[in-house]
């Protein structure tokens, strides 16, 4: 059976979530075979974030020029094997070099795939991306869910070897399937320019304080219920785990939410969520009620990003990926660069009081919601 265009670019969307996911669990395995403390650690998340912001543009313009569906081709492809070689590398430096290339290429996937569900939408007149980001959520929930166990039963070297195999899997049987919107030979070109009008720029603001949240979760809730509450491995994983369960669960259903309240309502109901689990989680005296509050967090963040990418995406007068790929790089530098920094507040103040702090932050994406008037467009 072929996959139709919405079920090839919903599977890549899986297998990036699955392999991000797969990433949680592994930071603390990383830190024991290292010998490394969480400041070093911080460090290395950094490396995620420095290759994210610094490969992102190139697939940003690869798409404005020769198309979403190349693109994502190439950076998928490149992605597939990284997680394998950060269990390989020997040395802190080889880690980082790993790491700063595997933030790259997974950032660059992102871009292509976000910007050809963009085209999805337009061909089928209807809302797909929040769907499209709950394939994420649900691959990341396998990766970190799946990630901890497999890699205390079976080690972190087995671990990489069957992430690498079912992303290789997946990318042959949607890759071909995408669809193909390379512009053609004569076609004019819109010159490749950053956006004049300043709301990419605020709506990537938004997406940056949504998406520093999850990277807090995704980068440092098994390190808290680890370190900080004595759990063991397995457990960790869920902290992110049940996270990316819950964010699954209400990006499925977002798109009918999205056009039965609006897009403004959505993101605010949305951000008053989230604040409401990051706090219980920061609060929590055990290791269940911090799950149960990243998972709360969970279902707030869940439509906040897809609500802001549908809004860039939709951007007239603009090359084509331009205003995505700003919107994009601006809010994965939150979910990529901020828990490197989190990692040195962890050493002075503790993780708990991080995820109060960041509940407030959510109150800029509450405040900035009346941009995403425009992400209504694509449910018209």
Known sequence: MRLSFRAAVSLLFFVNGMTIGSWAPKLPTLMARLQISELVAGL???????GSMC????FGAM???RGSARAVSLAAWLSAPLLLLISLAPDIWTVAAAVFLFG????????AMNANAVVVERVRSRAIMSSCHGFWSMGAFVGAAGGGMAIQHWGELAHGAIVLAVFALALVAALPRLVQDAPARDAPRTPLRLPASPVPYLLGVMALTAMIPEGAILDWAAVHLRQDMGSSLAVAGWGFAGCAATMAVMRFLGDGIRERLGAVITLRLSAVIAMAGLAVAGLA????????????AGIGIANMVPIAFSAAGNMPGLAAGMGLS??????????LLAPGLIGWLAERIGLGPIYVGLALLLLVPLALSRLARSADFDAG
């Open 104 to 111: 790259g290429f997974l950032g660059g996937m992102d871009v």
């Open 55 to 58: 490969i992102m543009p190139v």
């Open 326 to 335: 700003v919107v994009t790089m601006m809010g994965y530098s939150g979910i």
């Open 63 to 65: 798409v404005a020029r």
């Open 285 to 296: 005296g055990s290791a269940g009620v911090a799950i149960a509050g990243f998972a709360l």
């Open 44 to 50: 290395i998340v950094l490396c995620l974030g420095a």
